[in-house]
């Protein structure tokens, strides 16, 4: 079966989240460099290209995403509107510098700020108030994974989501990322991929989440990206440090552009 936004050739989504892997300088000139070169590969695979690169890069690199037709999004936001909240960002500020996506629930920023499903959900009514796509992510640990736990987990993350989820009249972006995939090398089975995907679009059938993008990210780089993306429901990717790098990305976008010409 041909994953969905392939069917419809609506665009393949890419996301890719820099994390604190560049500099403001390398970020600028990552961005003069290679927006033009992604811009122009991007529109012959059909492919939207969301760049997230840490908070102080937005504003520098907003203008030149939008002259080559990339998206801008942010890697979190703060789940209040304005205040005494010293370091975080707020989803209006987000929407000033031009961000049209943010990650969040990301299990890193989980882990460092505990994060419940009630900040989440603020996060999400925050974003949406701003009219920004959030892209929420959920996780099973390693230890949950050879427990055989996964889909329980993912279910009880999403599920006290569900009513912020149904407000929203954009796409629901949900990226399935497992922990012990994200950096590591190590990529679950199409096996599992297919049965995690199908539980995730069970559930949101049951719970009337709609419109919906299932996102897979964890380890994507040039060798595997063929696999991942010829699994039904997968109409996206997640892709962290092989982001980064221009020679990868590149092949990257490629090996979609040839998944599509396969398929047409
Ligand atoms: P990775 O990160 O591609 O470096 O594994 C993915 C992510 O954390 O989103």
Not at 124 to 140: A, H, M, R, W, Y
């Amino acid at each position: 079966m041909l994953p969905s936004a392939q069917k419809n050739k609506s665009p393949y989504i890419l996301i890719s989240n820099w994390k604190m892997y560049l500099t403001y300088k390398e970020s600028c000139a990552w961005a003069a460099e290679q927006f033009e070169n992604i811009g122009r590969m991007c529109q012959e695979t059909n492919t939207s290209f969301v760049i997230c690169p840490s908070y102080d890069a937005l504003a520098s690199i907003a203008p030149h995403a939008q002259r080559y037709g990339l998206l801008l999004g942010a890697q979190d936001c703060s789940a209040y509107k304005a205040g005494a909240y010293t370091s975080q960002v707020s989803a209006s500020s987000l929407a000033q510098v031009g961000c049209d996506y943010c990650i969040i629930g990301h299990s890193e920023t989980r882990q460092q700020y505990t994060l419940s499903s009630a900040d989440i959900t603020q996060k999400i009514k925050q974003l949406l108030d701003n009219n920004i796509t959030p892209v929420v992510c959920i996780g099973e640990t390693q230890q949950e994974y050879v427990q055989q736990e996964t889909i329980d987990v993912l279910i009880q993350q999403l599920e006290p989501l569900v009513p912020a989820l149904k407000e929203s009249k954009k796409v629901a972006y949900i990226a399935y990322e497992p922990i012990w995939s994200i950096g590591t090398g190590n990529m679950p089975s199409s096996e599992h991929l297919k049965k995690v995907y199908d539980a995730l679009a069970q559930f949101c059938k049951t719970a009337h989440i709609k419109p919906i993008c299932f996102i897979y990210g964890g380890s994507i780089d040039e060798t595997n990206v063929t696999r991942i993306i010829n699994i039904s429901h997968i109409q996206g990717i997640l892709v962290g440090k092989a982001s980064t790098d221009f020679q990868k990305i590149k092949t990257i976008v490629s090996l979609l552009k040839k998944d599509y010409s396969s398929l047409a």
